[in-house]
């Protein structure tokens, strides 16, 4: 796993964050596809607003960015 990914997930971890494998759901997992794109899936709203503020703290999320069309 590459170093900024696993940097990641430990802050994941640290924030109590759930995340699951696609291939396993009973296991924590991230898919990883061969263009290097990653998908983390979160457990549920709570997961992915905790997700989004440790992210933020620190420093993976810039709040001075406009985000993603397909987010909105």
């Given amino acids: 796993m590459p170093a ?4 990641i ?3 994941l971890v640290k924030a109590n964050v759930k995340y699951y494998s696609l291939s396993d759901p009973r296991k924590e997992g ?3 596809s061969a263009d290097g794109a990653t998908e983390f899936v ?3 709203a709570n997961d992915f607003e905790a997700a989004v503020a440790a ?3 620190e420093g993976w999320l810039s709040p001075d960015l406009p ?4 987010v909105q």
């Fill in 42 to 44: 979160l457990g549920d």
């Fill in 4 to 7: 900024d990914l696993k940097n």
């Fill in 9 to 11: 997930c430990e802050i």
């Fill in 67 to 70: 985000s993603h069309p397909t």
């Fill in 30 to 32: 991230v898919m990883v």
């Fill in 55 to 57: 992210l933020g703290r």
